[in-house]
């Protein structure tokens, strides 16, 4: 399984940005995609699941009411929609991919492709 995440870039406070991940894979079996955001300094954070069907998230309490995760399996690619970013959302954004149920962890995901960078200035 292969991820490209793409999207980013600069918003002002407040605005909004929608972050893609392209998943190809060599089998049809079932995936779940995690978005994931590490800012300078920090560890890496959960943000959002979704499961291989599209119809079951989970967002972290952090981001919820402000982002939404979406997957579109005709075209193999996993969205999140981010609203009223404030200067706290500036970090790299990734997506990674684990055969199976959604989970919250890193650890529990097997794939990850590189991350795009989102800046949200004031």
């Known amino acids: 399984v292969q991820l490209q995440a793409s999207g980013g870039g600069v918003v002002q406070t407040g605005g909004s940005l929608r972050v893609s991940c392209a998943v190809s894979q060599p089998t049809h079996s079932p995936y779940a995609v995690g978005w994931f955001r590490q800012a300078p300094g920090k560890e890496r954070e959960f943000l959002a699941a979704v499961d291989w069907s599209g119809r079951i998230t989970k967002n972290a309490d952090s981001v919820k009411g402000r982002f939404t995760i979406s997957r579109d399996n005709d075209n193999n690619t996993v969205f999140l929609q981010m609203n009223n970013l404030k200067s706290e959302d500036t970090a790299i954004y990734f997506c990674?991919?684990?055969?199976?149920?959604?989970?919250?962890?890193?650890?529990?995901?097997?794939?990850w492709g590189p991350g795009t960078q989102v800046t949200v200035s004031s």
């Open positions: 990674a991919a684990r055969r199976g149920n959604m989970r919250t962890r890193q650890y529990e995901y097997d794939y």
